[in-house]
C-alpha cells in the first residue's frame, strides 16, 4: 500500500470510530491525541526534509529555514497542548460529595465577596452587587472594592446593604486594590477565612459558595477556580452574525483547556469568580503585584509554598464578554504582556526555587502560544505576499507533498480537537480569532520580553453606549492592505515578466493555498 493509500485508510478508521469514542474517557482521549501529535510531526518532519533547501549563508536559505523554525516552534506548543488535552477531569462529582463535610463543620467559615471595581457604570454595578448579596450561604459580607472614589457607588452600596471601601490610589491597580481590602478586612472582628472574587461586571448564581467551598475538605487547596460564561455575544459572534451557531471564543478554554491543565495538577487562577483560602494567600504575602495578570501569578506563588490551585467546570456566574473588538484586543493584549511579564520574572518557567514541573510545562505552552502561533499566523499572510513580489519561496513543496503530509495532518488535528471539544474547534473560525488579534499580540510579546516593567493595568471597558455602529478603520487598513497586495501580487506575478510566473505550477499553488 502506498504511503497516501496508508494516510487515507488510517483517515478514515478515525473517521468511522471516533464518533463511538467518548471523549471523556482518558484512554481515548490520550490515544486520538496522540494520534494528531505523530501526523504533526510526521509533517514537520517533511517540512524539513523536503520542503526548503539545505542551510546557508545566503537570503534564498536563510528566509524559508526562518519560515519552518517558526512553524515547528508552534508545532511544539501545539504538541504540549495536545498532550495537556489527552487528560481532562471533572470535580462536580468531588463538589457533591463533600457538601457532607461542608454541612458537618461545627461552623460555616466567613466568606467574604470582593467586588473589585474602577470605571464601571451603575447598571453593570448594580447587577452584580444584588447577584453577590443573593449567594446562599451563611456568614458572607459583600464588599465593592472602589478604586475609583465614586460618591455614587458608596451611596449604592449602602442602600443595597454592601460594604463599600475605597484607598487613595490605584497602585498596582486589581492586585493592589484587593490587598488593600484584606489588610482592612483583618482589623474586623471576626475576619474572613475564604474571599470568593468577582470582577464589576460578573454575577454569581445563588449557589456559588455552595458548590465551590466543599472542594476545600482537602486542606492543601488553596483556590479553586470557575469558567467564565457570559451574558453577551463576544465581537466575533456580533460582526460575523454566528452567535446561535459558534460559541464564544473562550469556551475551549474554559470547558475544555481548564479541565484538562486540572487534570495534571496545573490549574490557574483566572482572576473573576474564584475563591482563595486566605491563610494560603497570607502565606504568599497577598495577590502578587509583578504582572498585569496577576491573577495567574497568585497561582504559581500558591504552588511555590505548597498550596494547590483546582477547577471546578460548572456554570456558577455570568459576566460581560468584550462588547467591541477595540475592547477585545485590550484584553488579549494584556493577557499577553502579563504572560511575558511572569516568563521574564523570576519566577519564570527556567526559575531556580520550587516551581511544579506542571506549571513549567505550562508556561512553556503558554509561551510559544503568544510568541510563537500568532508570529506564524502572521507570517502565513506574509510569505504569499514576498513570492509574488520578489520571488522568494518559502516552502518548495510538491502538490503532491502537500497532499501526503500536510492534508492528512491538518484532517487529523481539526478531526481530533473537534471530537475532544465537541465541535468547538473549527476550521477557518479558530484562525480568524488569531488573525484578528495578531499585532497586538506581537506588539505585547515584544514590549514583555524586552520591557517588562512599567506598564500600567489595562482594564478592559465595559458597558457604555453599545447602540450605534463603530467602524475599525484602522483594522480595516491593515487587513485591506494584506489583501490588496495580496491580489496584486498575484497580478503581478503572473502576467509581469517576473521570476514567480517563470517558477513551476507546484510552487504557484502553495503560495495561492
Known sequence: MSDLGLTFVIIGAAALFLPHLDPQDNRARMAVLGICILF???????????????????????????????????????????????????????????????????CLPRVDVLIATYNEEESILTRTIVGALGIDFPLVRVWVLDDGRRPWLEQLCRSKGAGYLRRPDNRHAKAGNINHALDQLRREPDPPEFIAIFDADFVPQPNFLRRTMPLFHDETVGLVGTPQHFFNNDPIQSNLLIGHVWPDEQRFFFDHVLPSKDAWGAAFCCG?????????????????????????LVTLELDRKGWQTIYLNERLSVGLAPEGIREYLTQRGRWCLGLMQIIRSPIGPLSRGHLSPSYRIGLIDAFLYWAASFPFKLLCLTVPILYWFLGLNAVSASLDGVVLYFLPYYIAVMAGLGWATGGLVRPILTDVTHVLSMFEVLKATLIGLFKPRGHPFKVTPKGGQRDRLIIGWRMIGRFGLFAGLTLAGMLYGNFADFAPSHTRFDAKLVNLG
Open 272 to 296: 473573576t469568580s474564584s475563591v482563595i483560602r486566605v491563610r494560603a494567600l497570607e502565606d504568599i504575602g497577598g495577590f502578587a503585584t509583578g504582572s498585569v495578570t496577576e491573577d495567574f
Open 40 to 106: 504533526t510531526w510526521r509533517y514537520i518532519a517533511w517540512r524539513f526534509a523536503a520542503t526548503i533547501p539545505p542551510l546557508a549563508l545566503s537570503l534564498d536559505s536563510l528566509y524559508p529555514w526562518a519560515f519552518a523554525t517558526v512553524e515547528a516552534a508552534a508545532a511544539i506548543g501545539s504538541t504540549i497542548s495536545f498532550a495537556t488535552l489527552g487528560r481532562t477531569l471533572d470535580r462536580s462529582r468531588e463538589a457533591t460529595a463533600n457538601r457532607a463535610w461542608l454541612n458537618g463543620l461545627p
